[in-house]
């Protein structure tokens, strides 16, 4: 089984222990990655719907699958488009270097509080906006909100930064509670490359 990782140098939930036991639970995956996200789910017992945009990242992660004989939903889709999906129905929702790639975040994290039941975690990480402005990144500025192209998982993908307030306001009018932030350090730069958060939904 595969470690589940938060950024595509880590940190790993080995270490931030922010997801939990997932077997039995109903798992939304918003971006396969490098595939090993949405079957290493599958491989602990949750039952996965796996989202994504790129047509394929899906090949991948359906390629994998099968090599493990584990069972998963795919949809091919934007991210922030959840309306296939009925309101509180999944019991955790779980992204990984894929919210910064959608434009309208406020949207997606609506979308998110929607489809979860009260009280349970989305559990997200992406490129920290600090870390895209470190050794001549792509930013130039930290409150510059100009998309910017980078090469993740193998492809170049447009990523759209937001001063991590942001985030944090996005979440709070979505509907949801922040319980836990982390800036992983990384090993040998001044500043973090992910940012991790976890918010539940309000509610009961």
Known sequence: MAELLYGPDGPAEHDLKLI????????????????????????????????DSSASRLAQARRLAEEHEVRLEFRPGDLADLAFMRADSVDIVFSAYSVDTVADSARLFRQVQRVLKPNTPFVFSYAHPLGLLAGGGPRSAYFDAAPVTVSRFGEEVTVYPKALSETFTDLVRAGFRIDAFVEPRSAGEPIPATAVWRARKEGS
């Open 20 to 51: 939990g036991d997932v077997a039995g639970k109903r798992a939304l995956l918003l971006g396969c990655g490098d595939a090993t996200i949405p079957v290493t789910f599958a491989e602990t017992g949750a039952v996965v719907i796996a989202v």
